[in-house]
């Protein structure tokens, strides 16, 4: 279904230099490593960047690099580039893709690219809209229950800073395949080689919008404040998708990207006879610092140069009952907002922005609670299978 593209490179990595390195000294090191004059070196892609404080009185910037290798005698690394052509996917009706967050977005984006004219539904509003919404329940408590934080164009991600991390083995490079369709859509370039890649809620703003774009420009449509509210089964058979209690669309695919706070539209597929199966969450709150306590833990003497980025830290504890605690989404010089979804719930995540230029930093602290903590849920036998590609990206609740 997939097709690769090879090209011949040679992967140098580990490449150490002071954080605050002049312009020239990667090509030079990368010379020296291949044993070549800097000026033969050939044409290379920065594919890592990364920070290493560890050793505070000598902090490092650390690269991944490839190298074109058609005129260096040393070991080719073929790096696969993932290309959306070839498929052999035939529909009857256009796939139905719901939930408009990340994963929603590039399921779309994918069919659409394939020439499956997906139909994206959306329950919330468009990301110029909902922003209106988000800020004005920011600034008086006016909740809208199907325009806030968790829903619109864009998931809850479009209010959490944009994280780009994953840890998936990415064998078949499909992290780079969707890095650069975010660069396309105006993502700053950096994020290709970022070891914590992230875009920014400024940003993100603009990305998702030119996505949607993209999505309608290969024959996509893309339909907002619109709620899948039922399913059509015919002989044990998908044939549409009932949306705001009448509509129905023809569908015989529906991929279900729905995020977690879609509650009702759960119980409605619960109740609908879909498969469900209770699984591990967490729950925790949100903890707030100076921003310059955490550069100054993480950094010593270097804390506030201003060739390094807002420090971050990940802290973990593993207690006597087998449980952990654990720091997650964390938010260099960033904000905690409220992200309530539903009246009277109280949610509560953290966003940045590009810059990450808040005074404090902020990450949720969190517990892990199995299917053994609360009432299983009865799972029930479906005679059909649906796409279940729900966003693992967690909201910190």
């Known amino acids: 279904m997939q097709q690769y593209s090879l090209a011949d490179m040679i992967r140098i990595r580990d ?54 290798a058609d005129e260096i005698p040393n070991t080719k690394f073929q790096t696969p580039k993932l290309e959306f052509k070839g498929w052999k996917l035939e529909f009857r009706n256009a796939p139905v893709v719901v939930g408009s967050g990340p994963c929603g977005l590039f399921a779309a984006l994918a069919l659409a690219q394939a020439g499956l004219k997906p139909i994206l539904i959306e329950r919330g509003k468009d990301v110029v809209r909902r ?51 975010l660069v396309d859509a105006g993502a700053p370039e950096e994020i290709l080689y970022q070891a914590k890649p992230h875009i920014g809620t400024d940003n993100l703003v603009r990305v998702v919008k030119h996505i949607r774009e993209k ?43 729905l995020g977690h706070s879609a509650r009702d539209t759960f119980e409605m597929l619960y109740e609908a006879g879909v498969a469900m199966e209770a699984k591990p969450f967490s729950i925790g709150v949100r903890i707030e610092h100076p921003q310059t306590l955490i550069d100054k833990a993480q950094y010593g003497q270097f804390a506030g140069h201003p060739k390094l980025p807002a420090a971050d830290y990940k802290l973990v504890h593993h207690c006597p009952n087998g449980r952990s605690a654990y720091t997650f989404c964390m938010c260099p010089g960033g904000l905690v907002i409220a992200a309530s979804s539903e009246p009277g719930g109280i949610v509560t995540n953290g966003m940045s922005v590009y810059r990450r230029n808040n005074p404090n930093a902020n990450s949720a602290l969190l517990v892990g609670v199995t299917p053994e903590d609360f009432a ?13 590609a729900n966003s693992q990206t967690e909201n910190c609740k």
């Open 131 to 181: 922003v209106k919404d988000v800020q004005a329940f920011w600034k008086d408590g006016r909740l809208d229950p199907e325009s806030n934080v968790p829903f619109g164009e864009g998931g809850a991600g479009t209010f959490s800073d944009g994280k780009l991390t994953t840890q998936i083995k990415d064998k078949h490079n499909r992290v780079r395949k969707i890095l650069n369709e």
């Open 15 to 68: 490449i150490a230099l002071p954080f605050d390195h002049a312009e020239p000294a990667l090509a030079e090191a990368i010379a020296q490593k291949l044993g070549i004059e800097p000026a033969d070196l050939p044409h290379y892609t920065i594919i890592r960047k990364a920070i290493d404080a560890r050793k505070k009185h000598r902090i490092l910037a650390v690269y991944t690099v490839d190298v074109e």
């Open 376 to 388: 299983k849920l009865s799972i029930s036998n479906f005679p059909f299978s649906i796409l279940n």
């Open 215 to 257: 999505i309608l420009s290969l024959g996509g449509q893309v339909r907002f404040e619109t709620n899948l509210t039922g399913i059509v089964v015919n002989d044990s058979t998908l044939t549409g998708a009932i949306v705001n209690g009448g509509e129905t669309i023809a569908a015989d695919a529906l991929v279900l990207a």
